[in-house]
């Protein structure tokens, strides 16, 4: 079933409010439209998973994710994702290879999230983080212990480094890739 009418009900820069008729007489139905964005699974020549902390104003605490960020016009999630890498985390390099894309929440949003997974990532010297970024190295075990007591918590992270595992040939300790 295709909406009727859809129309934009509120907008910022960041997200529009749509809102469609499904059935003549009914309410409309309401989603957010925003744009795709990228995350990046790093890992250092050493084996060590680039992890960011910072403070996130929606839930109102400091959170533990992966490099990330939107993608821009124009912009390939590839580019979007090595370019949110080197502005993050001062790393920069590697083999890289996008694993896909995945709807985050098909009930209210129309965007995607691109995976992606970064081998022998490198600190570019001289070159400065993102202010109100804390760069943090785990271990892959480091990793699995995060998200197994929830510190490491953002669903569709924890989902991209999955995918990782499934498609990018990552390997968690105990467990084997496909």
């Not at 059935?23 to 957010?32: A, F, I, K, Q, V």
């Not at 250092?44 to 109102?60: C, G, H, N």
């Not at 979007?80 to 709807?103: C, N, S, V």
Request: glycine content about 10%.
């Amino acid at each position: 079933m295709k909406p009727l009418k859809t129309e934009v009900v509120f907008a910022t820069p960041w997200f529009q409010v749509l809102g469609k008729t499904m059935r003549p007489g009914e309410e409309p139905y309401y989603s957010l439209k925003l744009p795709d964005y990228a995350a990046v699974v790093a890992i250092t020549e050493e084996q060590r998973v680039l992890v960011v902390r910072q403070y996130r104003p929606a839930v109102a605490h400091d959170t533990l994710e992966l490099p990330s960020g939107l993608v821009d016009a124009g912009e390939t999630p590839l580019e979007t994702a090595r370019r949110e890498l080197l502005e993050e985390t001062g790393y920069a390099g590697g083999e890289w290879e996008l694993l896909g894309g995945m709807e985050p929440d098909t009930g209210r949003l129309s965007n995607r999230i691109w995976s992606c997974v970064a081998k022998g990532v490198r600190r570019v010297e001289g070159h400065a983080t993102e202010e109100g970024i804390e760069v943090l190295t785990w271990s892959l075990e480091e990793l699995v212990q995060a998200t197994v007591d929830g510190r490491f918590d953002h669903a569709l992270h924890v989902a991209a480094v999955l995918l990782a595992v499934l498609k990018g040939g990552v390997k968690l300790p105990g467990m084997t890739a496909p």
